[in-house]
């Protein structure tokens, strides 16, 4: 265990002889032993002994001493009313923090003041505003594993959103988590932490939590039998589990943990959803755009969210996580965005509607958990008065998709009228000062305030009428919060005080008085204040609660208008970018004028392109220089799909796509030298899950494949997956490649065809046109994009030589007629013996041979394809 974390070891030596504070602050450490304590003491949190010296080489603030009489102490503090931004520091430096606040008022505590953990942050518990990102949700995941195989689950907190799973394998596992990216984990004893890898901080939680009975019983208090509607035994120990770690995350004692804000557990299927596994997500850049020289770029979701509120934002990051595999649930969603593409006037004024939103799952997650102030309601009302407007502006939709929607929104008129009637319009912040209940509310404050301002009306008159009963112009009537209430009158006026005045406080050059009527009524006064603050936070209390009933309510309207924005996002993003509905479910990929969603953003001009993936022809190596346009070409493929089947438009002008189950990619190199793999170990292990695991549904975007070892072995690599893809698998796939001996393979392969981007040579300039074109590419001008990124010209020069002299050496080579030995592994590699006829026998091949020689296609053919064929009709003549 971290030295910083448990209890003390200076104070454990003693424990007896502590002070009570001191005491009490080493019992709560011996409790949240897996978490910093963060103990109040007045207006700051204070760690001690080996936790302040971490706490304050972490957050780089002073460490102190404390000194009573069992020792000295280290300590350190942070200010409460900025507790959040150095609690953020200790949760990024891989901590747990308990949070201990005083839960009794100092000034009527008998002895020493009580102090409980009100909760516990962690990563993946967070429910504070300030450490969330309002467009993101924040998850922990429960991994459990059973006889039928792994549970798993998700929970955000702060939203409420809470679903389960059961893949039936670690790969899937591992993929599922890559989705759903949560930033903190609970492990069952029997399950592997290694899933999560290094992305986000794992918790071996107590077993007890996990435990058949304790996790089926939990499930059920909240959300009814598990049996019914979860997948097994590892789902419901993950799901109930979970549900006891979020609980504890709460801190105190009792039905005050209780969560009643999860209104729902949902099951799912991964099989519901194209999968998307963490290599996908990132080498499509759909959440996270790869820096290049420094900086972040711009990831898909950046252009698809035009989203106008925290609830949209989400929903359409969700939509992106999961795409869609039931082609009537994608219908519907195609249906709804083009609506409200065509009908611009409607979609924007629900934009401006929706701009109004707040976050209603967020403020209803903090009222469930007596977290709301007066300001959350008055925020959650705001909201809800918007719902008709909302209502009103879907009158006249036409897609079942959005009319389903409008009968989901529910104004919450008693909620709403509540809130009105309750709380003021602009109330304060501080709960217990007063101010946040609207008079006419209740006749018990009202008397109160009526009370305070009577008597504040008497104090406020008093000054006029004491100047006009002693003469004395410069008497003043004043307040302060030691004293009260007082008279003031300067010395030189002393003389004029009249024999009821009662001294209460000397200064240099003024005397303080306070007379039997003036105490009388600042009792009072201070009295019907009090009374009114007590009243104002009962009250308030019970309004919120009254809300907090209304939370499965709340979360329905907050799903319906999350569901609303993100289409009104994609149809935003759909009108101004000239997106095109696709049709889902085509047998193949037929995209006319396709564009990459992100890249066209970002480069002053784009050239669209076609793609034709057919049942017959699944798979197309594409050949061409680098800098070309191939792995755009090839990303924006995926991404078509991916857009598709979440929902949206997609950029072309023309596409139909065909339902897939899953995008592969093995795009770009990388390695992993924490886990001792190396960029070819990475790219192999890649490759072996896309030959495992894809089917013919599947997408395969595969951007060069062994070249991370020597060139006959790479290109062996290649040959080989092209030909287990073709011939075994069957998926669409688009296979970029600079082994151009390749093409000469997809040539002959029924399945397959070659296309290349094309490049114009003027002199040694080379222009790259971005364009596609079937067939192979004639040359791979490497030379010039070296040339052209900045290599020293000497070696520019020196590079064009030695390919001189290999194509002079092979040439001699061919020359003496010794083609049949040339050192080339991919010639070899691609010999193929023709001389045996179908029955077996022999036959003169001569006359094949000159049919062949006289139908290709020599302007089409590389130098290396062309030496490649005739190699192998020589052999068949001899």
Not at 523 to 552: C, H, K, P, Q, T
Not at 620 to 647: D, E, I
Not at 700 to 727: M, P
Request: proline content about 4%; some cysteine; glycine content about 8%.
């Amino acid at each position: 265990m971290d030295a910083a974390l448990g209890p003390p070891a200076a104070m454990a030596e003693h424990r007896e002889e502590l002070t009570p504070m001191m005491a009490q602050y080493h019992d709560l450490c011996a409790e949240y032993d897996d978490s910093l304590v963060l103990f109040q003491v007045g207006d700051f949190y204070e760690l001690f002994c080996e936790a302040a010296e971490t706490a304050a080489r972490i957050l780089e603030i002073t460490l102190t001493k404390r000194e009573d009489s069992t020792g000295s102490y280290p300590m350190a503090g942070i200010p409460i009313d900025s507790a959040a931004s150095y609690i953020e520091g200790l949760l990024e430096a891989g901590y747990r923090v308990a949070v201990a606040d005083q839960v009794e008022d100092p000034d009527e505590a008998s002895g020493i003041v009580e102090r409980s953990v009100t909760r516990v942050v962690t990563p993946g518990t967070l429910t504070e505003s300030e450490l969330l990102r309002s467009d993101d949700n924040n998850f922990v995941a429960s991994l459990a594993r059973g006889a039928e195989g792994y549970g798993l689950a998700f929970l955000d907190v702060s939203t409420g959103d809470f679903v389960a799973t059961g893949p039936d394998a670690a790969a899937t596992v591992r993929d599922e988590i890559a989705r759903f990216d949560p930033a903190e984990a609970i492990v069952g004893p029997d399950a592997d932490a290694a899933a999560f890898a290094d992305d986000c901080m794992v918790t071996a939680y107590e077993p007890e939590a996990f435990a058949h009975d304790a996790a089926h019983g939990r499930v059920a208090d909240y959300f009814g039998s598990p049996d019914a509607h979860l997948g097994g035994d590892a789902e419901v120990r993950a799901c109930g589990a979970l549900l006891a770690y979020a609980e504890y995350t709460r801190g105190g004692e009792g039905d005050h943990d209780r969560l009643d804000y999860l209104t729902h557990l949902t099951r799912y299927d991964p099989r519901e959803y194209m999968v998307l596994d963490g290599v996908a997500l990132r080498s499509l850049e759909l959440f996270e755009r790869r820096s290049v020289h420094g900086s972040e770029g711009t990831a898909l979701v950046d252009v698809l969210d035009e989203t106008a509120c925290a609830l949209g934002g989400r929903r359409l990051k969700d939509w992106l996580r999961r795409p869609l595999v039931d082609a009537d649930r994608i219908e519907a969603r195609h249906d709804a965005v083009g609506e409200l593409v065509s009908d611009p006037l409607s979609r924007d004024a629900l934009q401006t509607d929706l701009r109004d939103v707040y976050d209603l799952e967020r403020l209803i997650s903090k009222v469930s958990r007596h977290r709301a102030d007066a300001r959350d309601l008055r925020s959650l009302k705001a909201t809800l008065d918007v719902v008709p407007d909302i209502e009103d502006e879907l009158s006249d939709a036409e897609s079942e998709h959005l009319c389903d929607l409008r009968e989901r929104l529910d104004g919450l008129d008693d909620v709403r009228e509540l809130i009105r009637n309750a709380i003021r319009e602009n109330p304060e912040r501080e709960l217990t000062e007063g101010g946040i209940i609207a008079d006419g509310y209740d006749e018990t404050l009202d008397e109160l305030r009526g009370t305070r301002r009577a008597g504040e009306q008497w104090i406020d008159d008093l000054e006029e009428a004491e100047r006009e009963r002693t003469g004395v112009d410069s008497l003043k009537v004043g307040h302060n919060s030691v004293h009260g209430y007082y008279i003031e009158v300067t010395n030189p006026n002393l003389d004029a005080v009249p024999e009821n005045y009662e001294r209460r406080q000397t200064l240099k050059n003024s005397e303080r008085f306070v007379t039997p009527e003036l105490r009388e009524r600042e009792e009072e006064i201070m009295n019907a204040s009090a009374r009114a603050d007590d009243r104002e936070l009962e009250l308030f209390r019970e309004v919120r609660r009254e809300v907090g009933e209304a939370a499965e309510r709340v979360q329905r309207v907050a799903d319906a208008l999350a569901t609303v924005d993100a289409l009104c996002s994609l149809a935003a993003v759909a009108a101004q970018y000239d997106y095109c509905r696709p049709e889902v479910g085509a047998d193949g990929f037929e995209i006319e004028g396709g564009r990459h969603p992100v890249v066209e953003r970002t480069e002053e001009s784009f050239v669209p392109n076609d793609l034709s993936l057919t049942r017959e022809t699944p798979l197309a190596v594409v050949t061409g220089p680098n800098m070309s346009g191939k792995s755009t070409y090839m990303r924006q493929a995926a991404l078509v799909a991916v857009l598709a089947q979440l929902g949206s438009f997609v950029p072309a002008r023309s596409a139909r796509v065909p339902l897939v189950d899953r995008v592969f990619t093995r795009v770009g190199a990388s390695d992993d030298i924490a886990g001792g793999r190396s960029t070819f170990m990475v790219e192999m292990t890649e490759l072996a899950d896309i030959l495992r695991d894809a089917t013919k549904n599947s997408l395969v975007v595969l951007d060069e494949v062994g070249r991370g070892t020597s060139t006959a072995d790479g290109y062996a690599i290649a040959q080989a997956v092209t030909e287990r893809l073709h011939d075994d698998v069957g998926a669409y796939t688009l296979f970029a490649t600079h082994h151009h001996d390749l093409t000469a393979v997809a040539a002959e392969l029924n399945g397959a065809r070659n296309l290349h981007f094309r490049a114009a040579r003027e002199g040694e300039d080379v222009t790259f046109v971005h364009e596609v074109a079937q067939g192979a590419a004639s040359a791979s001008y490497g030379i010039e994009v070296a040339e052209q990124a900045g290599v020293p010209p000497g070696v520019v020069e020196r590079a064009r030589d030695v390919v001189a002299e290999r194509a002079a050496n092979v040439d001699r080579d061919v020359d003496a007629g010794a083609s049949a030995d040339v050192d080339s592994g991919a010639i070899e590699s691609t010999t193929t013996d023709t001389s045996a006829t179908a029955d077996g026998g022999n036959a003169d091949p001569s006359d094949d041979v000159l049919d062949e020689l006289a139908a290709l296609n020599l302007a089409e053919m590389t130098p290396i394809e062309a030496l490649t064929t005739l190699n192998r009709l020589q052999r068949e003549l001899h």
